[in-house]
């Protein structure tokens, strides 16, 4: 099958987890024997085309990822071009497309395009409105918030979306609560969603002990070290603040545990700020690419996702779970489909820094208890979060949207 993926950035762009979920289905369709092309924006610093891992990358010129109002219709006339010079020249029997990246594809009448399926990486409008809420923390961001956001999401946000649902060929949901979310807000959607979970390559993200003495080792931390880690944009909307808050709360009764933050973003010099007064406790480590976060992952005891946006499905849970890590995370939006609670790790209520601490202090305490709940999310992560699985669905869904049009 001849697969064309379609995402306005990549990580070369920006780190996040659509960026990595379009690299991670690119590769390993390709490893599965597909011919596949990657359509992105512009390069930033001017590449045109590379192939590597398997899968050629085009970058389209004069088009950028961030996608303001002004940006944006360079990407439509631009990857609808792209879309149907590669399906003419026989490169392109259906496309993938991250989130709105394939609106003006699915917009050309059907017979005269491939297939579009759409990956729905939210919750929905009402999700998307209140992840973007959870960002305000001060007056001037809730005035914009109440003026320039709420008519950007009026004019543009809610017909995109709406788009997106009507045009697209499948709608693919990477977790339950997206599924639901798109059957509520848009009912004649049941007709035409899949639920695919974001997926996670377990052969590269997994337990491995030699891992875990290589970065405690680096980290210049001795091998009794009880490791807590925080990973993702340090946004507000992410939550590491409350995540700090928790793990302050419980650093006096465990003085062999570190907190351990992987990630840059606009927080930073908060949490730096928030931190100084147990700065030889936490550890922050920087922005780190893709394939560091394994050795990222084997250093730690417990993953810690304290997040207050309604996503849906964070990769960094699934990344932890595959490594075989319990975790303690936030119950909202889309990671409700990842542990199981009191099985796998635990979960609190979002905010809510003294459940946090509640969840870190038994795993913390119970080393035993601990491993037998990270052996339960690798087999968990096994089980659902399978990339080679995730990808065979999606070219099952693709073979089935081909048939139908032959």
């Not at 149907?84 to 026989?90: C, P, V």
């Not at 609106?103 to 939210?122: D, E, H, T, W």
């Not at 091998?223 to 700090?244: N, P």
Request: net charge positive; aromatic share 6%; with cysteine.
């Amino acid at each position: 099958m001849n697969i064309c993926i379609l995402s306005t950035s990549l990580t070369v762009h920006r780190m996040g987890g659509t960026e990595v979920h379009a690299e991670a289905l690119a590769a390993e369709a390709a490893r599965q024997g597909h011919e596949v092309t990657v359509v992105t924006s512009s390069h930033p610093s001017g590449l045109k085309a590379e192939r590597k891992n398997g899968f050629e990358t085009f970058y389209l010129e004069g088009t950028s990822h961030l996608m303001s109002r002004a940006d944006a219709p360079a990407w439509w006339r631009a990857s609808a071009a792209e879309v149907s010079r590669l399906a003419a020249s026989g490169k392109a029997d259906v496309v993938w497309a991250e989130n709105f990246a394939g609106l003006s594809c699915a917009a050309i009448p059907r017979g005269k395009r491939p297939p579009v399926i759409s990956v729905v990486q939210g919750l929905g409008i009402r999700g998307e409105i209140a992840s973007r809420f959870s960002e305000t923390s001060s007056l001037s961001g809730l005035a914009y918030f109440l003026t320039r956001y709420a008519a950007q999401t009026l004019l543009y946000y809610i017909p995109r979306f709406r788009a997106m649902v009507r045009d697209s060929d499948l709608l693919v949901g990477v977790s339950r609560e997206t599924i639901a979310a798109l059957h509520a807000e848009f009912p004649r959607s049941r007709m035409k969603t899949s639920l695919i979970f974001n997926p996670v390559d377990t052969g590269r993200f997994r337990p491995d002990p030699g891992l875990r003495a290589e970065a405690l080792k680096r980290l210049a931390l001795p091998a009794g070290t009880r490791l807590v880690m925080m990973a993702g944009v340090m946004s507000r909307q992410k939550g590491m603040h409350v995540g700090l808050e928790a793990f302050s709360a419980i650093a006096d009764r465990f003085p062999e545990a570190r907190l351990l933050i992987v990630g840059d973003g606009p927080e930073r010099g908060a949490l730096e700020a928030a931190a100084a007064g147990l700065k030889d406790r936490i550890i922050f480590a920087g922005r780190a690419g893709n394939a560091d976060m394994p050795a990222h992952y084997n250093s730690a005891d417990v993953y810690l996702n304290p997040t207050l946006r309604l996503e849906g499905l964070p990769l960094v849970i699934a990344e932890a779970m595959a490594c075989g890590l319990p975790s303690v995370v936030s119950r909202i939006g889309g990671t409700a489909s990842t542990i199981e609670d009191g099985i796998s790790g635990f979960f609190a209520a979002p905010g809510d820094a003294a459940g946090l601490a509640s969840g870190m202090e038994k795993l913390l305490r119970d080393p035993g208890t601990a491993a037998g709940m990270g052996r339960k999310a690798r087999a968990d992560a096994e089980a659902r979060f399978s990339l080679s699985n995730a990808v065979r669905r999606y070219a099952e869904e693709s073979g089935k949207l081909l048939g139908e049009g032959s």
